[in-house]
């Protein structure tokens, strides 16, 4: 049976920036699937009956399918929700395509997005809130699975990859200071997307590379190296809404070709182990398989893509994709169409949706054009490229899971030991930061003589703010073993 083609005919997206409306996450999504809907022609609803949602909370989301198809009026079908993650639009989008390619469906509504903002609205008038904030949740290690990273004190996904950065700044020779620095030359280009788009963008503003690294009361330091503008930026309302059909049901619909843009390929690899157990810290297997199995697919190179979106959570994420892509950072054809989570915004797990429709868009007015785009989640750990164009290509719609990839790595991890003590050296590390408190704490990876690895935090945490601005990476550490786990001493 010949496979059958996926093409997106219509995409929507709804930023709320009115500081006296106050939404659910689920208005927000419901007001952009109406608005895809409006973009692929309104008799395609009655032909919807799959809807897959990225979660609008990090908790407590299994139902919010079930409801959102109850307000759309949409036929019987499959509701899904997928997991909390960055990658998880693209991968729901390649799912909808691989099921439409194999007959099984005939049309899909993939959507996501977040209230937060409103949350935050409702919360400062004394007001019930529309819904609880979409990450409204702990790192506290005790709830956690024991893992190098909780005994090392990671409190945040900003600090699992600032962890990553600090491999990065060491194989690039320069010291954390010097990594800020140029980290603001790698981000000032996104902000200009976002200035260019004041409908959309949470903050539509242009900035120097050196207000963006540098450390002042308004952009205080995070996780080192990042500062505040670094991060993304969480407490928005906006969300997004993909239409995907089967090519034949948009020759029966009679939607244009002009309208028409088509998935090539999509592929998702995920790591086995947290970043502490892999063999390289900064360099993810199945970020790299990923891209390459989407350019594979596709039957393309890099050089023949026109356009990207990068996932662009923290500069690490943006450095290790343009890696696995073979980009350099400072490509001319840029590393985002929508101004990035930090400038645009990071609506929780529906990011990649908004990157999706806007490439479409771009698409559209770029005939034969091609888009590739990313999704990362998790811990560095979840990962989703793309390709789409105008142009359907040669070959048939591939999805790849990368499943022979994931085995692969879970036979390749690295032993990792949180019960050892002994000398052993700094592969990573990071100095946290408190609005008020300044340098907290020193988290660090270090690898004994025989390759096994800890997560350790300071044996004497006053000195965090000694290690400010510096690097411990390559230095010989004492690691003993406290109450709450690994501690390490740096002198």
């Given at each position: 049976?010949?496979?059958?083609?996926?093409?997106?005919?219509?995409?929507?997206?709804?930023?709320?920036?009115?500081?006296?409306?106050?939404?659910?996450?689920?208005?927000?999504?419901?007001?952009?699937?109406?608005?895809?809907?409006?973009?692929?022609?309104?008799?395609?609803?009655?032909?919807?009956?799959?809807?897959?949602?990225?979660?609008?909370?990090?908790?407590?989301?299994?139902?919010?399918?079930?409801?959102?198809?109850?307000?759309?009026?949409?036929?019987?079908g499959?509701?899904?929700?997928?997991?909390?993650?960055?990658?998880?639009?693209?991968e729901l989008?390649?799912?909808?395509?691989?099921?439409?390619?194999?007959?099984?469906?005939?049309?899909?509504?993939?959507?996501?997005?977040?209230?937060d903002?409103?949350?935050?609205?409702?919360?400062?008038?004394?007001?019930e809130?529309?819904?609880?904030?979409?990450?409204d949740?702990?790192?506290?290690?005790?709830?956690?699975?024991?893992?190098?990273?909780?005994?090392?004190?990671?409190?945040?996904?900003?600090?699992?990859?600032?962890?990553?950065?600090?491999?990065?700044?060491f194989?690039?020779?320069r010291?954390?200071?010097?990594?800020?620095?140029?980290?603001?030359t790698?981000?000032?280009p996104?902000?200009?997307?976002?200035?260019?788009?004041?409908?959309?963008?949470?903050?539509?503003?242009?900035?120097?590379?050196?207000?963006?690294?540098?450390?002042?009361?308004?952009?205080?330091?995070?996780?080192?190296?990042?500062?505040?503008?670094?991060?993304?930026?969480?407490?928005?309302?906006?969300?997004?809404?993909?239409?995907?059909?089967?090519?034949?049901?948009?020759?029966?619909?009679?939607?244009?070709?002009?309208?028409?843009?088509?998935?090539?390929?999509?592929?998702?690899?995920?790591?086995?182990?947290?970043?502490?157990?892999?063999?390289?810290?900064h360099?993810?297997?199945?970020?790299?398989?990923?891209?390459?199995?989407?350019?594979?697919?596709?039957?393309?190179?890099?050089?023949?893509?026109?356009?990207?979106?990068?996932?662009?959570?923290?500069?690490?994420?943006?450095?290790?994709?343009?890696?696995?892509?073979?980009?350099?950072?400072?490509?001319?054809?840029?590393?985002?169409?929508?101004?990035g989570?930090?400038?645009?915004?990071?609506?929780?797990?529906?990011?990649?949706?908004?990157?999706?429709?806007?490439?479409?868009?771009?698409?559209?007015?770029?005939?034969?054009?091609?888009?590739?785009?990313?999704?990362?989640?998790?811990?560095?750990?979840?990962?989703?490229?793309?390709?789409?164009?105008?142009?359907?290509?040669?070959?048939?719609?591939?999805y790849d899971?990368?499943?022979?990839v994931?085995?692969?790595?879970?036979?390749?991890?690295?032993?990792?030991?949180?019960?050892?003590?002994?000398?052993?050296?700094?592969?990573?590390?990071?100095?946290?930061?408190?609005?008020?408190?300044?340098?907290?704490?020193?988290?660090?990876?270090?690898r004994?003589?025989d390759?096994?690895?800890?997560?350790?935090?300071?044996?004497h945490?006053?000195?965090?703010?000694?290690?400010?601005?510096?690097?411990?990476?390559?230095?010989?550490?004492?690691?003993?073993?406290?109450?709450?786990?690994?501690?390490?001493?740096?002198?």
């Amino acid at each position: 049976m010949q496979q059958r083609r996926p093409v997106i005919v219509g995409v929507g997206q709804m930023v709320n920036k009115d500081d006296d409306r106050i939404i659910s996450p689920l208005d927000g999504i419901e007001a952009a699937v109406h608005a895809a809907v409006e973009d692929g022609g309104r008799s395609a609803l009655e032909h919807v009956g799959t809807l897959y949602l990225a979660p609008p909370w990090i908790h407590g989301s299994d139902d919010a399918a079930t409801e959102l198809g109850e307000r759309l009026g949409l036929r019987p079908g499959k509701r899904h929700v997928g997991l909390f993650s960055g990658s998880t639009p693209l991968e729901l989008l390649g799912l909808a395509c691989a099921e439409i390619s194999d007959g099984e469906l005939d049309a899909a509504i993939i959507a996501g997005g977040v209230a937060d903002a409103s949350v935050m609205r409702a919360r400062k008038r004394d007001l019930e809130p529309p819904s609880c904030m979409s990450a409204d949740w702990t790192w506290d290690a005790s709830t956690r699975k024991r893992t190098a990273e909780t005994t090392a004190g990671l409190n945040s996904a900003g600090a699992n990859f600032a962890m990553a950065e600090s491999q990065l700044a060491f194989r690039a020779g320069r010291t954390p200071a010097e990594q800020r620095e140029w980290l603001g030359t790698v981000m000032a280009p996104f902000t200009e997307v976002a200035a260019r788009r004041p409908d959309r963008a949470w903050f539509p503003v242009s900035r120097e590379p050196g207000a963006i690294s540098g450390v002042s009361k308004g952009n205080r330091l995070v996780t080192e190296p990042y500062t505040k503008l670094m991060n993304s930026f969480p407490n928005v309302d906006q969300a997004a809404a993909i239409l995907v059909m089967s090519s034949e049901l948009a020759d029966r619909l009679r939607v244009p070709d002009s309208q028409r843009v088509y998935p090539r390929s999509i592929a998702k690899c995920h790591e086995p182990f947290y970043p502490s157990g892999r063999q390289e810290i900064h360099a993810p297997g199945a970020l790299a398989a990923a891209a390459a199995r989407a350019l594979e697919g596709a039957a393309l190179e890099a050089g023949d893509i026109s356009r990207f979106d990068l996932y662009s959570c923290f500069p690490a994420a943006v450095q290790l994709e343009a890696a696995a892509l073979g980009l350099d950072v400072t490509d001319s054809r840029g590393l985002t169409v929508t101004g990035g989570l930090p400038y645009f915004g990071g609506p929780g797990s529906a990011y990649v949706a908004h990157s999706i429709a806007t490439m479409v868009e771009l698409c559209r007015a770029d005939p034969g054009s091609i888009g590739a785009l990313v999704g990362v989640g998790g811990l560095v750990s979840r990962f989703a490229v793309g390709t789409i164009s105008t142009d359907p290509g040669d070959r048939a719609f591939r999805y790849d899971p990368c499943t022979d990839v994931e085995e692969r790595l879970a036979a390749e991890g690295v032993e990792v030991d949180l019960d050892a003590e002994g000398v052993a050296v700094v592969e990573a590390m990071t100095v946290l930061h408190e609005r008020e408190a300044g340098p907290v704490a020193a988290p660090v990876f270090a690898r004994f003589p025989d390759g096994r690895r800890t997560g350790a935090r300071l044996l004497h945490p006053e000195l965090a703010p000694d290690l400010c601005g510096h690097s411990l990476i390559g230095r010989d550490v004492r690691i003993v073993l406290g109450d709450d786990g690994p501690r390490y001493d740096p002198r």
